[in-house]
Structure formats: C-alpha cells, structure tokens
C-alpha cells in the first residue's frame, strides 16, 4: 500500500536534511587539513610517520583532513606522456613511493595510515614480503595494490611530483598545515606533532585542552 505524505512531514524531512548537511559543512569546515609530503625510504620520514603522525591522527582523526603524497626529494622528468623518476634511493624507493600512491588514493585514510605505519617499521619496504605483510595489516587488498601500481602507478607517482614542486620544500618531511607551506610551521610539526596541532584546532577536543592544562 501506497503511503501519502502530508506536506507537514515533507517540511519536517527537509528541514531535518538541511539541518544535518549545515551541521556536516559546519564540522569540515572546522577540520584542520594536514599535508605530509615525504619519501617511503626516508629515514626521518619514517620515523615521523610511526612516532608523531600516526599516533597523532589515531587521537584526533575526526579533527583532522589528512593528505599524504609520497614523492620525497625525487627527480621528475617527462617524455612521451611517461614519467621517469630519479629517487635519493634508488629504483627501490621509487617503486615504493608508487605502492603508497596507490594506497593512499585508493584506500580511506585510517586505514592507508595503517599501511604507512607497517611499511615506515621496514628497512626495505620495498620487498614483496613486507608489501603482503603491511596490506595484511590493514586489510588492504593486495590485488588491487599490485593492478594500481602496474596501470596508475607512474600517473599517480607523477601527480604528487607536481605538487610537491609547487609546494617547493627543500627537506622531507614537510608538513603543511591548511595549504600553506611555511618551513617553522612544518618544523613545529616534526617536533610534536599532537601539540602543535593542537594548538592549530579551531575547537581543540577535551584531550587537547587536558594536554594544555597539566
């Protein structure tokens, strides 16, 4: 049986809608949005990615819009619509920054910081064995990553090449914070990240201000 909606119930469905969608744009509007760019082999990236990102966005993920481009100090040139790419270490890491593209493209954020995590814990996170490992880790399919990689890899390794050359950082990691690269701020952030964003929030959460207060 066909139900017929009085007009007093569409009003109350549009007005509840509308109510949720200015609430929604409201809170991603508060969001800080946080790039990290750096390289998968990168010893300090790393080491920033498993002691101060990672934890850091695990706390505050509901505050945070998070961008992650893995290109690091690479060189970058182009021929024929194919990209050639000159990595600090070599082809592995080159090879390596393209598996992190695919992921972070392809795969929600929590769960692409869960194979960052994994992958940043490896001296060679290059190998085949760590790539099963880590997609294990975040339930990420290694299928997928490998196809991504063979038809989109280069493409994608080569979009955050250009955006990681207007940027134009001179180290990695570079944190930039709301789409503004300033080299203290990114510094600030090496240096503890959970506080420095914190003190960046609009409306910091109770662990913030706990954090604040002791």
Known sequence: MTRIYNIKEIIFAVVSISAFLCFWQAEAQNNLKVSLYYGSFQPLCKKFIKEQLYPTFQAL????????VPFGMTKMTEKDGKYNFKCTFGPKECYTNEIHSCVVDIYPRMQAMEFLRCSAMEHDPSTDEVLQKCVANATISYEDIKK???????QLLAANGLKSLKVGYKFVPAIVFNDTYDPKASVLGQTNMFVYVCTLLKTPPDICKSLREA
């Open 148 to 154: 991504c990689h063979k038809t989109r890899g280069n």
């Open 61 to 68: 993920q509901s505050y945070l819009d998070l961008e992650v």
